[in-house]
């Protein structure tokens, strides 16, 4: 008998869970059936000049994807923030451009925002080829976690969002690291869409990566900030911004690499200018 209660059990578990993703779509569906709230868009125009370059298309879709996060994601404020609608909003309107052209899908793993007033400090430790251990300090206007968190500086998100040709956004940079630590550990070579080939995006990926090393290395300056030469995780958060904001130039000094990040993000930001 008690196998039995155990078996009923245990199909009824599995059976919720099968059903969660069903019922998730649906509780989707009716919240983008929603009209978009006016004081929304009232934001959207005040704060968020990116959002008038896109395509119409693009623009719907994106305010349906902004209502889904902003249900779905908590915001928190940190250090005194209190959490505004102004911030939520300039906050998803950015994280959701990465999720352009992606049906269905809401960074799984991140659960919270986290919003501190102004760049923020870390404490950690970091060991040199020595071996010693340091205790560090760190200013940050951004953090990504795998475990479900992104911490923002929104002195730097606004900012950001009020300078959309820059090739810097924190926000951009942040949510292209949560991409990337879907499947785990941040490492640069993100899940690639279907357009995509493993080969080929690897190989322009390094070919492109070593190039700006070297470039540090010997202090020159170009497109590319130089802290995406720190990992080939930053090199893609660093892309991303850059891809989003300066498209022009990314296509023309690195056309290959505009063409994976193209494929990759669905999207052709040089057919908006
Ligand atoms: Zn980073």
Not at 218 to 242: C, H, K, M, Q
């Amino acid at each position: 008998m008690p196998l039995l209660i155990l078996l009923l059990l245990a199909s009824l578990i599995i059976g919720l869970v099968l059903a969660q993703h069903p019922w998730r779509r649906y509780q989707r569906k009716r919240i983008m059936q929603q009209a978009f709230p006016a004081s929304w868009r009232a934001i959207l125009k005040q704060r968020m000049p990116y959002f008038r370059a896109l395509p119409a298309d693009l623009q719907l879709q994106l305010k349906k994807h902004m209502q889904v996060f902003i249900a779905e994601k908590r915001f928190i404020g940190c250090e005194g923030v209190t959490v505004t609608d102004e911030m939520r909003v300039t906050i998803a309107a950015q994280a959701c451009l990465l999720l352009l052209n992606r049906p269905d899908y809401y960074y799984p793993k991140l659960q919270q925002i986290l919003i501190y007033p102004a760049a923020f400090v870390v404490h950690g430790q970091a060991a040199d080829a020595a071996g010693v251990v340091s205790e560090q300090r760190r200013v940050l206007s951004g953090e990504s976690w795998g475990q479900g968190k992104v911490v923002l500086s929104w002195q730097d998100a606004l900012q950001g969002a009020a300078q959309p040709h820059d090739g810097r956004n924190v926000v951009i940079h942040e949510f292209a690291h949560q991409l990337d630590q879907e499947k785990g550990q941040a490492t640069g070579a993100p899940q690639l869409s279907r357009s995509n080939d493993y080969q080929q995006w690897s190989a322009v990926m390094q070919q492109a990566f070593d190039q700006l090393q070297l470039q540090t290395a010997n202090g020159e300056r170009g497109l590319l900030d130089g802290y995406g030469a720190t990992n080939p995780a930053e090199f893609f958060a660093v892309i991303s911004e850059v891809f989003f904001e300066q498209p022009e130039p990314l296509q023309t000094q690195y056309p290959a690499l505009y063409q994976q990040l193209s494929q990759f993000y669905r999207i052709n930001p040089l057919s908006w200018q």
